[in-house]
């Protein structure tokens, strides 16, 4: 099984960044095409960004594209979301996880607040 751990959360203002990282315990991270997702209170988890095993193509939800960034390094079994010009409807849990999510077990979240 394998354990995913968020971490980078926290109460930013808007229009301000964050940096959100994700460790994976296993290297079978680095075949993976690995997803950030997030939960806002009431609503049902969306997948934001994507990003293939090597790293050469991602996608991103509309509402995020031009403001999120996801990378990884697959030496460090850890994918990466850079967020930038953040908005108070980026508020939410997020998680990573595979895409499309399949058998993996979710972490627990780190928690993005943004609100001034």
């Known amino acids: 099984q394998v354990q995913l751990v968020e971490a980078g959360g926290g109460l930013v203002q808007p229009g301000g960044s964050l940096r959100l990282s994700c460790a994976a315990s296993r290297t079978i991270f680095s075949i993976t095409t690995m997803g950030w997702y997030r939960q806002a209170p009431g609503n049902e988890r969306e997948l934001v960004a994507a990003i293939t095993s090597a790293g050469s193509n991602t996608n991103y939800a509309d509402s995020v594209k031009g403001r999120f960034t996801i990378s990884r390094d697959n030496a460090k079994n850890t994918v990466y979301l850079q967020m930038n010009s953040l908005k108070p409807e980026d508020t939410a849990v997020y998680y990573c996880?595979?895409?499309?999510?399949?058998?993996w077990g979710w972490g627990k979240g780190t928690l993005v607040t943004v609100s001034s």
């Open positions: 996880n595979t895409a499309p999510h399949s058998s």
